[in-house]
């Protein structure tokens, strides 16, 4: 007698062990596709890394501001970004947007958003990269009586060592201060860092302590704009807070409404600006 079908029970069988296969490879393969998406965001911010430094080969060896109020083509008044500065030698905005975070911080909105007297510059839109408010500095007179000064390459003493720019989440209806500027650990617990000397790589967030710590580069008593500087726990310059019951805040809601100010106890949720080894450690917002 010949067997025309399979009978339900081998029929059965046979999805189990579909399903037990699926199981056990889908998380593979999700696990690839983000270590891809980590080597092209390693990439972007290599590319990144790059721009910066033919600006700083431009510009005297001097790094571009992190922002200040310049004018558009229509000659009103704009908040221009970094973003905007290094776009030029870029010529690929998307570059600017990690490929685990897409779209990505939507910059003119978190601009109006934050009150700011002048809409964004307007040469691109989405971001998913940060920059180190205190390496690049800022410039808001006469407009707002705040800035922070440039910073000469000549003036870095640790190239490997000082943060360029980071995975990073900007605060929705937030000022826009160095405290709302967050570190974003989006890949395995983790994020990609670019340094001065122009190389990009992946820190797990509760390492990035290690990046420029108290040990190697002691904090000065005293900021640039006189104030006692102001730097995380055990005085390494870049931080992310790490208490108990809090742990890693890996999402766009738990950031958003993370407790993060300037100050205190705990001080901001993390902490990637600041040049090691000198009296700027975040934006410091002098006056004009």
């Known amino acids: 007698m010949n067997r025309k079908g399979?009978?339900?029970?081998?029929?059965l069988v046979v999805i189990a062990i579909i399903a037990i296969l699926a199981a056990i490879l889908f998380p593979v393969f999700a696990?690839?596709?983000e270590s891809a998406r980590q080597t092209q965001c390693t990439n972007n911010q290599k590319q990144i890394a790059t721009?910066?430094?033919m600006y700083v080969q431009d510009y005297e060896e001097t790094f571009p501001m992190s922002a200040y109020f310049g004018r558009n083509n229509a000659g009103q008044l704009a908040l221009v970004a970094i973003y905007d500065v290094l776009a030029p030698y870029i010529k690929?905005?998307?570059?600017?947007?990690c490929p685990s975070y897409r779209p990505g911080i939507d910059w003119p909105q978190r601009v109006q958003a934050a009150g700011s007297p002048a809409p964004a510059l307007g040469t691109f839109r989405y971001v998913g990269y940060i920059p180190n408010l205190g390496l690049f500095g800022e410039n808001f007179c006469p407009i707002v009586?705040?800035?922070t000064p440039v910073t000469k390459?000549?003036?870095i003493d640790a190239p490997v060592n000082t943060?360029?720019?980071?995975?990073?989440?900007?605060?929705?209806q937030a000022a826009l201060e160095y405290f709302n500027f967050l570190g974003f650990a989006r890949h395995k617990e983790g994020l990609v860092i670019n340094f001065v000397d122009g190389h990009a790589k992946w820190w797990r967030w509760n390492g990035v302590r290690n990046i420029a710590p108290a040990s190697q580069f002691p904090t000065p008593?005293?900021?640039?704009?006189?104030?006692?500087?102001?730097?995380?726990?055990?005085g390494s310059y870049y931080n992310w807070r790490d208490i108990p019951g809090e742990g890693l805040l890996a999402d766009e809601a738990r950031l958003q409404a993370v407790s993060s100010t300037p100050s205190g106890p705990n001080g901001p949720y993390n902490d990637l600006h600041g040049v090691p080894g000198t009296g700027v450690t975040d934006s410091e917002d002098t006056g004009c």
């Open 163 to 172: 943060v360029m720019l980071f995975d990073g989440y900007l605060k929705n």
């Open 31 to 33: 696990q690839a596709r």
């Open 221 to 234: 008593a005293t900021a640039y704009n006189g104030q006692a500087t102001r730097v995380g726990a055990g």
């Open 145 to 147: 009586n705040k800035r």
């Open 153 to 155: 390459i000549a003036a």
């Open 51 to 53: 721009s910066v430094l």
């Open 92 to 97: 690929n905005t998307d570059i600017f947007v």
């Open 6 to 11: 399979f009978t339900l029970i081998e029929l």
